[in-house]
C-alpha cells in the first residue's frame, strides 16, 4: 500500500508520464480535485476505473476526506492524488492525507511531472539556481501589501501563480514595490498551444498588458530577485 503523488499535464496531454498511467489504471483509490476532469483524463488515456473508487478531494473537503482516505492506506490499499493540472500539493490539496499517511507509517511515493512554476521557471531567462515558490497572492490589498514589502529585498527569483483577471490589477503594484526595471516574465498557457512569455522589466510588462487584448488562460509570474545570485559551478 502506498499514498502516490501524481503530476498529470498543465495543458499538453502528451506530458502524462508512463508511470502515472501506470499508477492511475492500478490505484484502489483515485483522490481527484475535480472528479470530472479527473474522468477525462481517464478517457483520454483509456484508462477503465473499473469499480475502482474515484473520491472529490479539494481544497472544501480536504479535511472531510483526508481521514477516509488515510482509513482506505491503513486498509492496505493504494491511494493516488491527482488535481486538475500539475503536481499535487502545490497550490492544490494533498498537504494534509501527506501528513496523515506519514504518521500512519505509510509510503508516499511522488510521480513526479508537470510543474508550472517550474516550467515557466526555466523558459523565463531569470536566475533559475535560488528561487522560491508563494502560490497565489493574497486577494485582499493589505496581506498582498505585506507579503510583497516581505519579498522586495529577497536575492532569489520568486514565484507566484495568478488569474488573468487578477494579473493586470496586481501588476501595478508589482511595478510599486519592487521598482520599474526589476526584470520579470509573465507565463502564460504553458504547454499549451497559445503559450506565450512576457519577458522584460515590470515596467515594460505593465505596458505590454495593458496595450493588448484581455489576458486570458492560466498566467504564472515570475520576478527576479533584487540581485541575482551568483552562477554557482555545477557540482559532479
Ligand atoms: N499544482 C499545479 C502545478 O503544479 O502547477 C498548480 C495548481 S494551481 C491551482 C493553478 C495555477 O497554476 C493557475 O491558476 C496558474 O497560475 C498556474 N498554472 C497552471 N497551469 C498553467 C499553465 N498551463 N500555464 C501557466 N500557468 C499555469
Known amino acids: 500500500m502506498a499514498l502516490y503523488l501524481v503530476a ?24 481527484a480535485e475535480d472528479t470530472r476532469s479527473a474522468r477525462r483524463l481517464l478517457t483520454a488515456f483509456e ?14 473537503n480536504e479535511r472531510a476526506v483526508a481521514p477516509r482516505l488515510a482509513e482506505a492506506l491503513k486498509a492496505g490499499k493504494d491511494v493516488a492524488v491527482l488535481s486538475d493540472g ?5 497550490s492544490d490539496p494533498g498537504y494534509r492525507l501527506v501528513q496523515e499517511a506519514i504518521a500512519a507509517g505509510v509510503a508516499v511515493v511522488p510521480l513526479p511531472g ?56 496586481v501588476w501595478p503594484e508589482l511595478v510599486e514595490v519592487f521598482g520599474a526595471d526589476r526584470p520579470a516574465c509573465l507565463a502564460r498557457e504553458l504547454t499549451k498551444m497559445h503559450e506565450t512569455f512576457l519577458r522584460g522589466t515590470l515596467a515594460e510588462l505593465q505596458q505590454r498588458i495593458d496595450a493588448g487584448p484581455p489576458l486570458k488562460g492560466e ?18
Open 8 to 31: 498529470t499535464p498543465i495543458g499538453n496531454l502528451s506530458d502524462c508520464s508512463a508511470r502515472a498511467k501506470e499508477i492511475l489504471a492500478k490505484a484502489h483509490v483515485l483522490a
Open 47 to 60: 484508462i477503465p476505473l473499473q469499480g475502482r473508487d474515484l473520491v472529490a478531494y479539494a481544497d472544501h
Open 86 to 90: 500539475g503536481t499535487p500539493l502545490v
Open 114 to 169: 508537470p510543474c508550472a512554476a517550474v516550467a515557466a521557471l526555466g523558459a523565463s531567462g531569470l536566475p533559475v539556481h535560488a528561487f522560491s515558490f508563494h502560490g497565489f497572492l493574497p486577494k485582499k490589498p493589505g496581506a498582498r501589501g505585506k507579503l510583497l514589502s516581505k519579498l522586495k529585498d529577497r536575492d532569489e527569483t520568486l514565484i507566484f501563480y495568478e488569474s488573468p483577471q487578477r494579473v493586470p490589477k
Open 219 to 236: 498566467c504564472t509570474v515570475l520576478i527576479a530577485g533584487r540581485a541575482a545570485p551568483e552562477v554557482p559551478d555545477v557540482e559532479e
